[in-house]
């Protein structure tokens, strides 16, 4: 709030004022007293009229400029009216409360919208929860079928992606970040694609992933296989191979998983991330563009970093960096 | 034979599991009454543990810890469906042997089950065939004081093949059982070795000892 904004505001005060003081004049002048006490009387209301109006705006200006540095500075700004204190002028009083009262209700209502997800996530969670019985009654009582246990292992996929999506798109982070071993979760995405893997005739390979992670096991372990997955859905006809590679570095580790699939068209590239974004891959299967948005969101959230290079036709490569450093990830 | 007890309530899954282990060559017991879960394991006293984490009074983590209280080292798997990593966190550090999600793969059940009979076994150095000495750890085969050597991938298919001894064994499950050794090798690979297992058996003396069957697998005499 400049003085001349100000003043520029207090405009009808100051034609009110000067009217005033042009009747004060004139009255004065009626009464015939001698010019020096005119000059007197005169130049004595305006420095008080003066210093009324700078009072005024130096109480309204500690009030106001703090109000607007704080709304600047603060990343969340519905946090403003916690970090103001009650101003001691009746405007600035007003807007205070009108500001916690409206503060208060978007805090309610954001609460309660919480508490409807939160409730919504934990309704999943235990569907979840339930269906694996009977999937995994099903998958013993079908273990000699081949065929019946590749969709079961579909169902069991999709019903995973749930999951994650409902964990990803909550506020709360309910991962563990923990020294795992890399060779395990790999094993596991391993077994997990096993028959297909086989079945299609992929060779897989990994090399030098007897390291620690710091990590989330069950989270990661989403994660590489979503990309094992995508790399078997889009893999070339003859002679394909996924490889996974390890790298460790001072501070971080490195998870290379490279493939000789399809590739990616390079138009595709910069939105691959995107949530339901089906590239020119994607298109006309069942791509769901829900996978690679996962991976992404859950990288974020462990404090992982997830990059793709691609060359259309030649193949795709994945980087995943995990920091050996706790620190960031807390 | 190795007595197995199942906490589970969830019955067809129960019973699932009960067949898949018996027809497997385990004793199968299944715990019906949860009210007095630790008691009644106790009473039963099994060598093996499948435990769930929700059934119903005392939770599947909280009758492992009770159990390693009262210093009761049965060996337990805990066998559930939670994804979420701090019951796998919880569940190890209470002491369970191992961990793992539904559903999850039959033959690899039965893998991770045999596995922890035979650390129990500790006592286990060497297989024999008969009159060989097999050293699956250092990845020798002594014949007579003579030493053949086998690769990691001949070793896991002579020893899987030797404790299935006169059964024929699924190439399937074969392949499962490698693959569980973080050894990820494809079809034709699997071939490979096996018909150079075949040319080191003959080195030693043993002719046609592998004998395949087609559509069904392998079968060592």
Request: aromatic letters at 10%; one cysteine or more; glycine letters at 4%.
């Amino acid at each position: 709030m400049k003085l001349s904004t100000y003043l520029a505001d207090k405009f009808y005060a100051l034609v009110i004022f000067i009217i005033y003081i042009i009747i004060l004049i004139l009255f004065l002048i009626a009464l015939k007293l001698p010019s020096s006490i005119i000059i007197f009387i005169i130049i004595f209301t305006i420095v008080i009229f003066f210093i009324i109006l700078l009072f005024d705006y130096f109480r309204k200006r500690k009030f106001y400029l703090e109000l607007l540095t704080k709304l600047n500075s603060l990343d969340k700004k519905y946090l403003l009216i916690e970090m103001l204190l009650e101003p001691n002028f009746l405007e600035g009083k007003i807007l205070y409360n009108v500001l916690d009262e409206v503060n208060k209700n978007e805090h309610d209502l954001i609460s309660n919208l919480k508490n409807k997800q939160e409730d919504f996530k934990e309704y999943i969670e235990l569907w979840i929860h339930e269906v694996k019985l009977p999937l995994a009654s099903l998958t013993l009582m079908n273990r000699k079928d081949k065929k019946t246990l590749r969709e079961l292992k579909r169902i069991e996929d999709d019903v995973e992606q749930i999951l994650y999506y409902v964990r990803c798109e909550n506020a709360n982070n309910d991962y563990l970040i923990k020294e795992w071993d890399l060779d395990t979760i790999i094993k596991n995405v391993a077994l997990r694609n096993k028959d297909d893997l086989l079945a299609l005739g992929i060779d897989f390979k990994v090399d030098n992933c007897n390291l620690k992670v710091l990590t989330d096991s069950k989270w990661l372990e989403f994660i590489i296989n979503q990309i094992v997955s995508n790399s078997i859905k889009y893999k070339k006809d003859k002679n394909s191979f996924i490889k996974i590679e390890g790298v460790n570095y001072k501070n971080k580790v490195t998870i290379i998983i490279t493939d000789n699939g399809k590739g990616i068209k390079k138009s595709d590239m910069p939105k691959l991330f995107t949530k339901t974004f089906t590239g020119f891959n994607g298109r006309g299967s069942k791509a769901t563009g829900l996978g690679l948005y996962l991976c992404k969101c859950l990288c974020q959230k462990l404090g992982h970093n997830i990059e793709i290079e691609s060359k259309e036709g030649k193949g795709t490569k994945v980087i995943i960096t995990i920091s050996n450093q706790s620190i960031y990830n807390l | 034979m190795n007595k197995i007890l199942i906490v589970e309530d969830d019955i067809t899954l129960r019973s699932e599991l009960s067949n898949l282990l018996s027809n497997s060559g385990y004793e199968v017991l299944i715990l019906t009454d949860f009210k007095n879960s630790k008691e009644e394991i106790v009473k039963i006293n099994p060598d093996l543990i499948l435990l769930d984490i929700n059934i119903p009074y005392l939770n599947g983590e909280a009758l492992l810890k009770s159990l390693r209280d009262d210093n009761k080292n049965i060996p337990v798997i805990m066998l559930t469906s939670s994804n979420k990593t701090i019951d796998e966190v919880l569940s190890i550090s209470y002491g369970a042997d191992d961990y793992i999600t539904k559903p999850y793969n039959p033959t690899i059940l039965l893998l991770r089950i045999n596995n922890i009979f035979k650390r129990m076994k500790k006592s286990f150095d060497y297989l024999e065939y008969d009159s060989l000495k097999i050293y699956p750890n250092k990845g020798i085969v002594v014949k007579d004081k003579e030493e053949f050597y086998l690769t990691k991938n001949e070793m896991l298919i002579f020893t899987y093949l030797l404790n299935n001894k006169g059964n024929i064994v699924n190439r399937d499950d074969l392949m499962s059982y490698l693959w569980n050794s973080d050894l990820y090798i494809n079809d034709n690979a699997l071939t490979v070795n096996i018909s150079r297992l075949r040319a080191k058996l003959y080195e030693m003396g043993y002719n046609d000892v592998i004998i395949t069957r087609k559509g069904e697998g392998y079968l060592l005499k």
